[in-house]
């Protein structure tokens, strides 16, 4: 088992479907650790087929943490992860454990890596007006009173696109002159990023959504709905649930279903990519055909040596 450097914790993270749940599991038992969760819909109850969650045997095995943390009808923010986060990390460190923080969540990530800022509060009101706004709408006005937010968010990202309008409407002042200001987290960190070739990824991808649905995607989206779950829940923008709503409701084949979600995981996957790279004193591993305990054992010898930083190229 890998000595660890006292104080430090690990950050793993990567774009969907690049293997991270596997290596941080391997990570976790080199190190003696315990996995945070920094996936942004591994944290609500009941989508455990269509975000691909950790298994009940592996979850017995290892202690995770923020994974069925939210109610599958209500929502969590980067201030509350953050604040879980800064919470959790001196328990695991009690208990004499490594904090390995795992997953894709950007927004997540964001706020430990990058820092979050004391901006105004959700106007609920406002909101919804937005929610009732044509995308483009949103986007043509955020372009106009925040260009840098604008080039920086995603055209389709409207939980993004709101927000960012949401604290220059109520505050007066662009969300990029907020963020500006922010701080990332002052605790020590280790931070590894896994990469994968292009063609071995958009097969993982595939491969992932014909596995959800042979594992019983349909159904679990089905009890999902008939406990309430609806368009306007956080939960319900999770890649897959439109895809099956509207393939069990007849507007969408099964090869059309899977065919979207490939494409809109693949999607992500590089706005993710795009955004890792863009983090300076990353480890990068590359874990193309490669097993998830070769990457383990590469990033242990490195977090043993004390090094951990390479060039992202």
Partial sequence: MAAARPGRSLVLFGPTAVGKTAVALALARRFDGEIVSADSRAFFVGLDIVTDKPTADERREIPH??????????SYDAMAFRRDVERLIPEIRERGRVPIIAGGGTVYLGALLRGLFDGPT???????EMDARPLEELVDELRRVDPEAARSIHPNDRLRIMRALEVYRSSGIPISRWQAE????????FVVGLTRSRDEHRAAIEARARRMIDAGLFDEVARLRAAGLRSHHQ??????IPEAIAHLDGNLTLDGAIERIVHRTWQLARRQTAWFRREKDVLWIDVTGRTADGAADEIAARWREGEGIDDAG
Avoid: S
């Avoid at 959700?122 to 919804?128: F, H, V």
């Fill in 182 to 189: 922010a701080r990332p987290l002052t605790h020590p960190l």
């Fill in 65 to 74: 943490h923020l994974i069925d943390h939210v109610p599958f009808d209500g």
């Fill in 122 to 128: 959700k106007d609920e009101a406002l909101r919804r």
């Fill in 235 to 240: 939960a319900y923008r999770t890649i897959g």
